[in-house]
């Protein structure tokens, strides 16, 4: 089975430009994840769609960042425009709940962004 | 807000010796405790989890940890490491603090030379 993926795995853009970030998460699985872990610092949560619906966004940054999933299969995550803070690892997962109770969060390899 | 705290950023261990990875967390309710790894050049994966029960949680890879309550922490031990456990270290919980998301500590850098 096919494990999460994630395109790029590398992009260098420079301040001011957009990016559109990808994810597929396990076929099957309808809850879907972005974390982003900036240098030294924690990995945090941004958001989490169910399907195709935000079930919560309460962790993106500010309005520079949209992620969408249209269908409820993959996911794209856009900076717009970027800024030099916005340089980190992107982190997508996904999951698969089963009567309410937690399911284990599969990782993507991420995405290194690098704003210029 | 909740938080979790990792002791060490960065421990050096030779092969055979024993390992606790420290794991501290702030949230007054109930939380799902979890330690992820990330092998180098691969993807973050879990290493076992805690939701409710028996305290002491096996995972996998002969890695262990255990969840005191009253200590709030949620500590990492393996009674001999391997050079093949070189590794970033995450401990991560769930709370019911109103995100879905999982809450990590900025990780530890584990270094087993042979």
């Known amino acids: 089975e096919a494990g999460v993926t994630q395109f790029p795995s590398h992009s260098v853009i420079e301040k001011g430009q957009t990016v559109t970030l990808r994810c597929d998460p396990i076929s099957g699985h309808d809850n879907l994840y972005w974390y982003r872990r900036v240098m030294g610092k924690e990995i945090k949560f941004l958001l989490h769609?169910?399907?195709?619906?935000?079930?919560?966004e309460s962790g993106m940054p500010n309005n520079r960042f949209l992620a969408e999933r249209t269908g409820g299969t993959y996911s794209t995550l856009k900076v717009q425009p970027a800024e030099l803070e916005d340089s980190g690892v992107y982190f997508c997962?996904?999951?698969?709940?089963?009567?309410?109770?937690?399911?284990?969060?599969?990782f993507g390899p991420g995405t290194r962004l690098t704003v210029l | 807000a909740q938080s979790v705290s990792q002791h060490n950023h960065h421990v050096i261990l030779s092969e055979a010796a024993s390992l606790e990875l420290g794991c501290n967390y702030s949230y007054g309710g109930t939380v799902n405790l979890f330690w992820y790894v990330q092998y180098p050049g691969q993807h973050l994966q879990l290493l076992l989890k805690y939701f409710s029960g028996d305290p002491l949680v096996k995972g996998i890879k002969g890695f262990e940890a255990e969840f005191i309550k009253s200590k709030f922490s949620f500590n990492l031990r393996k009674p001999s490491v391997q050079w093949s456990d070189t590794a970033e270290y995450f401990c991560a919980i769930l709370g019911g603090g109103g995100a879905d998301g999982l809450t990590f500590g900025k990780g530890t850098h584990l270094i087993i030379q042979p």
């Open positions: 997962a996904s999951s698969q709940p089963r009567g309410g109770k937690y399911n284990e969060q599969f």
């Open positions: 769609f169910v399907k195709e619906s935000k079930q919560d």
